[in-house]
């Protein structure tokens, strides 16, 4: 079966430092990745998408950056955090195409606290 | 572009009575929807979803959804609330582009269970 992972689960980090947050998917082959951020009170924001390795859509002008190293990795990185960085980011993968049975399939989330 | 409008913020019932959850959306085409629910901390669950076929979906957890065209909706309802029903509930809609359906989530609707 299928199952994603993402870490850490929670970070606090100062202002001005980077931020690398990690997701991976088992037991599936060219998924399609995501990743969302969900501030309080304004429901998930889109920030990338992965169709393929190199294959990354920004929806958001932001402080952040997306990479797809390998085809079931996606991480979310940024040079600089900023106060507003703050938040809980999600990743979530789909199969190409149709989305399928399952939809799209959420990992448990960090919680990113810029200080 | 699509997306997806929940109105209620808030939503307060007590234990036993029914649900209806609102969702609208905007979409070109034929949307593909889908209802998640988000315990505290965590990632989301997928609990039903719409592509074609039939327009009244049931999904996990007694939850059922009415698809309505004519009126762009996408109305969670449940009969009977239970306490562990309590949580942020999302309406989304999977929007094509490209070969893919990137999903856009709306502002989420908190439901509150009272005893």
């Known amino acids: 079966s299928q199952t994603i992972h993402q870490w850490p689960a929670t970070l606090v980090q100062p202002v001005g430092s980077p931020l690398s947050l990690e997701c991976t998917v088992e037991?599936?082959?060219?998924?399609?990745l995501y990743w969302y951020r969900q501030a309080a009170g304004r429901g998930l924001q889109l920030l990338f998408y992965s169709i393929g390795i190199d294959q990354i859509s920004s929806e958001v002008p932001q402080n952040l950056s997306a990479s797809r190293p390998q085809d079931r990795q996606f991480i979310l990185s940024s040079k600089k955090l900023l106060l507003s960085d703050s938040g809980f980011y999600l990743c979530a993968w789909s199969v190409k195409g149709y989305p399928g049975g399952d939809g799209y399939t959420f990992g448990s989330g960090t919680r990113l606290t810029v200080v | 572009a699509q997306s997806v409008t929940q109105p209620d913020i808030h939503i307060t019932v007590s234990e036993g009575a029914s649900l209806e959850l609102r969702c609208n959306y905007s979409y070109g085409a034929t949307p593909y929807l889908f209802w998640y629910v988000q315990s505290p901390g965590q990632g989301l669950q997928l609990l039903l979803k719409y592509f074609s076929g039939d327009t009244l979906v049931q999904g996990i957890k007694g939850f059922e959804a009415e698809f309505k065209r004519s009126q762009s909706s996408f109305n969670l309802r449940k009969p009977s609330v239970h306490w562990s029903d309590a949580a942020e509930y999302f309406c989304a809609v999977g929007a094509r582009t490209g070969g893919s359906y990137i999903p856009t989530f709306g502002r989420g609707t908190s439901l509150i269970v009272h005893p």
């Open positions: 037991g599936t082959s060219n998924p399609n």
